[in-house]
């Protein structure tokens, strides 16, 4: 498995915006997809946006979160852009990598509160 280090998150007001990002230590080849997943209390964790060569996102959050990739020759870097923030959208926020070898890695949740 690989560590996933993951920064951003916080306290926000309803229509600011965040950014968070996770690097992971390997190359681009090693990765089948790359994302961010989130979990509110007392509800399931849910796909909020990731990477499969293409882009995926979750119907809440089309339009106002996007999803972007750094790649460089020993770590890829993934983003989410988070703008028009609303309370709904308070969570912990995982990134998440899928290898191509089989194993699944988390990161270690940063939240992100919206509120005023």
């Known amino acids: 498995q690989v560590q996933l280090v993951e920064s951003g998150g916080g306290l926000v007001q309803p229509g600011g915006s965040l950014r968070l990002s996770c690097a992971a230590s390997g190359s681009i080849f090693k990765f089948n997809a790359m994302g961010w997943y989130r979990q509110a209390p007392g509800k399931q964790r849910e796909l909020v946006a990731r990477?499969?060569?293409?882009?995926?996102?979750a119907d809440s959050v089309k339009g106002r979160f996007t999803i972007s990739r750094d790649i460089a020759r020993n770590t890829v870097t993934v983003y989410l852009q988070m703008n028009a923030l609303k309370p709904e959208d308070t969570a912990v926020y995982l990134c998440?990598?899928?290898?191509?070898?089989?194993?699944?890695?988390w990161g270690q949740g940063t939240q992100v509160t919206v509120s005023s």
């Open positions: 998440n990598a899928q290898e191509t070898n089989g194993f699944t890695s």
């Open positions: 990477i499969v060569g293409n882009t995926n996102y």
